[in-house]
């Protein structure tokens, strides 16, 4: 599977600039407070998971790598003359052909969808079947894509408590000068690290999974119209002209 551009260029980017602005002074070291971050981060992903069915809040920490995977549809053109060549092939030996489909080819997906015509042979009973798991994968996408959403919307408000903590923090210990320093950096970092996981983390997070979420559906709908077609016995040529609307 090839590596998302845009995402790893853009972690890696982040990675500098944060190592660039520390290393030259940019960003003070009272920024990095392990106490406010854990009230922010700690904050929002507990109330998350209160908020959030917890299949999805699992499935959501696990599936964070997918924002640097391309996905099967960055193999449009490989999938394209596979299923062209397939549809030569059906059209030579019958349906019995498709039993030696390649199950690497878009994530496994065409020999899904092979297995199933070949099974049942009935047209309106694979489309019912392949639609209903196309539209099941892209609402679970979009689950999980509303569960960094909703982190995305948590945590400035845990970076608001955590500034009331410090400045609590501050009016308790007003009479004693050494300690109004370290809660104050908490009460000012606590916004801080709240904008900055909203910003920098969840809200990409959760605009790229939705957006891979559009991509796949697209491009499982296009391999699923042009093995029906295979189905009904379409020229390959016909076929492929067809695939080529959705590149």
């Excluded at 009460?187 to 939705?210: C, D, V």
Aim: hydrophobic share 45%.
């Amino acid at each position: 599977m090839n590596i998302d551009k845009s995402s790893t260029i853009g972690g890696i980017a982040l990675i500098i600039f944060i190592g660039v602005s520390y290393f030259t002074g940019a960003i003070p070291n009272v920024l990095f407070n392990i106490h406010a971050f854990i009230v922010v981060l700690g904050g929002t992903l507990i109330a998350t998971l209160i908020s959030s069915p917890s299949r999805y809040f699992v499935k959501a920490l696990k599936s964070a790598s997918i924002i640097f995977k391309e996905g099967g549809f960055s193999d449009f053109d490989k999938v394209m003359g596979y299923i062209t060549e397939m549809g030569d092939n059906v059209r030579k030996n019958g349906f019995k052909a498709l039993k030696d489909t390649d199950e690497n080819i878009a994530d496994g997906f065409v020999k899904r969808i092979s297995e199933c015509i070949v099974e049942y042979s009935d047209m309106q009973f694979v489309r019912s079947v392949i639609e209903k798991e196309i539209n099941y994968e892209y609402d679970e996408m979009i689950e999980i894509s509303n569960v960094y959403r909703t982190m995305a919307v948590l945590s400035p408000m845990f970076g608001l408590v955590g500034t009331l903590m410090g400045i609590i923090g501050v009016l308790k210990e007003i009479s004693n000068p050494d300690m109004i320093g370290p809660s104050m950096s908490i009460a000012i970092t606590s916004a801080f690290y709240g904008i900055f996981l909203s910003n920098m983390i969840f809200t990409p997070f959760a605009n790229k999974i939705r957006t891979k979420a559009s991509l796949n559906l697209r491009f499982k709908s296009a391999i699923f119209e042009a093995m029906l077609d295979i189905m009904k016995g379409t020229l390959s040529i016909m076929v492929e002209r067809k695939l080529k609307i959705f590149r």
